[in-house]
């Protein structure tokens, strides 16, 4: 099969499309034809050797994907084959790949593979954080911090109800800013800005006008390749993004920050409690229970609400 590698740390002209066995799935595995790949930011860091794991050289990123159960191992449910999936896994740049089956997230006929690639990660991370962390709702002021590419903040939009197409809903208001330029998403003001310049904070809440319900934070520094190094700036930035969240949230309001492991001991924690009563801090990595979140919300109700969005 065909595979997209690297054999070296460094920018995207190390990746290479190779031709390697194609992998057989193990005891209560699948073997899953990749139709579409997600591309997520851990894969950069993963190629720049800045991932909170080490990077084993050679290596194929890739940690989501859309395809069809084409062989499943012993142990695993023989109905899945030929089944339409989306999955977390590893080493998704490849026209094969292999995951535990019980974790293979069923695909809806309606959902293509474009959309099913986004969703298992990046959609579902968004929904993590905007209904399991504190739910945002109609009428909400959301203020997204390192917005790029956008996935937090098109789920925000719908949530909010930011372009009013719950009827009968209060209409709400969703701010993204990030130092990448951003595609304009529907329903959301973008600006461009690196949150760390003297006057960042300043000007961000000037685009906000007022206070916000929820600020989100995804922000991280460029990759070094030192781990440590790289996890003390996106520690760095997320305390700023917490300083900020602190003045300008409304009383009782949320702060949510997704933060990669690392070496770095974490401070903001402590941070919410000092600003609220009751309130409380954390850092929330990839969950582990994306299968558990479809089925208890449907994986046929939300593939289309959130992949699409």
Known sequence: MKAIRFHELGSPDVLALEEMEKPRPGAGEALVKVHVAGVNFADTLLRRGG??????????????????????????????????????????????????????MPLPDEVSFDEGAAFPIQSLTAYHLLFTMDQARPGMTVLDLGAAPGGWTQVAVARVNALGEKKGKAQ???????????????????????????????????????????????????????????????IALCE?????????????????????????????????GRYY?????????????????????????????LARS
């Open 240 to 272: 700023a993004a917490a300083e900020l969240a602190f003045d300008v949230l409304e009383e009782g309001g949320t702060f949510v920050a997704k933060v990669l492991a690392g070496g770095a001991g974490p401070s903001v924690p402590d941070g919410p």
């Open 172 to 234: 709400g208001r969703v701010l993204g800013v990030d130092l990448q330029e951003v595609t304009p998403i529907a329903g959301a003001e973008i600006h461009q800005l690196d949150f760390l310049d003297e006057d960042a904070d300043e000007k961000v809440k000037a685009w906000l006008g007022g206070r916000a319900d929820v600020v989100m934070s995804d922000m991280a520094a460029s990759a070094s390749g030192n781990q440590q190094v790289d996890h003390l700036r996106i």
């Open 51 to 104: 991932y909170a794991v080490q990077t084993k050289l050679p290596e194929t990123p890739g940690l989501e994907a859309a395809g069809v159960v084409e062989e499943v191992g012993e142990g695993a449910d023989a109905g899945l084959a030929g089944r339409r999936v989306a999955l977390i896994g590893q080493k998704c740049y490849a026209e094969y790949t292999t995951a535990p089956a019980a974790s293979l």
């Open 277 to 305: 009563p009751g309130g409380r801090g954390g850092y929330d990595g990839l969950a582990a229970e994306r299968r558990s979140q479809v089925d208890r919300t449907g994986a046929g109700a939300w593939f289309p609400r």
